[in-house]
């Protein structure tokens, strides 16, 4: 672990950004593949995250104010499974549902904070830290899917650790990839912790396809800003103009989101040319559904054990609380 940074008298901050040329390496190799693709942990520059903040807000994404509402129903029942222990929540983005939790607790636990993006895991800690003086707060700037070990801090050693991982973010983890992220968790929380997870569940096309490409555009400036991410920090040089966003429901389980070439074009990226061919599609982002069956038997395979799971009246999202086994 990093040495600690202390930016706010309130927020301990350690970053273990991965480097520029992690960067550089994983784009290059996503685009010099058959199918092109990115991981869309780098879709999260600054912009990257007001578009999703925008996102959320959508008639047609369901996601956040499905969970959300959920969160808020079963707040006093989750906030005493969680007792008096350490949140730790992956991919904490602008920290808003946390406050959820927060508002059912009676004793503020530690927060701890896990996001790739800096920038943005800092300004939302700060809001955070103003608006519940008190909390502590550490914010640790990583790449989630790597195996973790939490920084040793007295005030959280032997207190039940509870991992929050909100927006069905696992969904955009293949189910071999959420499988492993689960053991790393499990790993993480050892011996006695516990999981506190959004997944998304499997319903007709015709809710969820406009939720990946609503009708504003936002989902497509929000992929399209990837292009601008990579030029910016890796002086490639994408025109904006020649390429556009399509996503679609593949009936395997899965959204799938790519930004398409609309010409035959060539951009360069380190001294590397690479072809785009017109129609050509560059992989963004999948988005796997689970059956609340489902994602229960990847997470018992992993290691935890389900205790309760809530969902909304018309079953559109669930969020799963797990025990280690
Ligand atoms: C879909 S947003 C979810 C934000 C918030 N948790 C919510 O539910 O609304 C995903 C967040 O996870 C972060 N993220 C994505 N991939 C990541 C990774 N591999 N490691 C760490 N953070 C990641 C992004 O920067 C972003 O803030």
Request: glycine share 6%; aromatic share 10%; net charge negative.
């Amino acid at each position: 672990m990093t040495s600690m940074l202390n930016v706010e008298p309130d927020i301990k901050l350690y970053d273990l950004h991965p480097p520029l040329d992690d960067f550089r390496a994983e784009v290059l190799n996503g685009l010099t593949r058959l199918q092109k693709s990115i991981s869309p942990k780098f879709l999260y520059d600054k912009r990257g995250a007001e578009l999703f903040d925008a996102i959320c807000t959508l008639d047609e994404y369901y996601l956040t104010r499905t969970e959300v509402a959920i969160l808020r129903t079963y707040a006093s029942a989750i906030a005493e499974l969680i007792g008096d222990g350490v949140l730790i929540e992956f991919g904490s983005g602008s920290s808003q549902k946390v406050r959820i939790l927060l508002d059912a607790m009676s004793h503020l636990p530690t927060y701890v904070a896990l996001d790739i993006s800096k920038q943005h895991l800092q300004d939302s800690c700060r809001n955070l830290v103003n608006a519940y003086p008190g909390l502590e707060t550490i914010a640790i700037c990583t790449d989630y899917t790597q195996p973790l070990q939490l920084p040793v801090i007295p005030s959280i050693q032997n207190k039940h650790h509870v991992a929050f991982f909100p927006g069905s973010s696992i969904g955009n983890l293949q189910p071999e990839e959420a499988v492993q992220f689960l053991k790393n968790t499990v790993s993480l929380l050892h011996p006695n912790g516990s999981l506190l997870i959004g997944v998304d569940l499997k319903k007709s096309k015709d809710i969820l396809e406009p939720a990946y490409d609503d009708a504003k555009g936002i989902s497509a400036a929000f992929a399209l800003n990837l292009l601008v991410h990579i030029n910016r920090e890796l002086g490639a040089d994408f025109n904006l103009d020649q390429f556009g966003y399509r996503s679609f429901y593949n009936p395997v389980g899965r959204i799938e989101m790519y930004i398409i070439s609309l010409a035959d074009q060539v951009v360069r990226l380190n001294g590397i040319e690479i072809p785009f061919w017109k129609g050509e599609t560059l992989r963004t982002e999948y988005s796997y559904k689970y059956s609340i069956e489902e994602f229960q038997t990847i997470a018992i395979a992993s290691g935890f054990k389900p205790r309760t799971v809530w969902t909304d009246s018309q079953q559109l999202f669930s969020v799963h609380y797990l025990d280690l086994c």
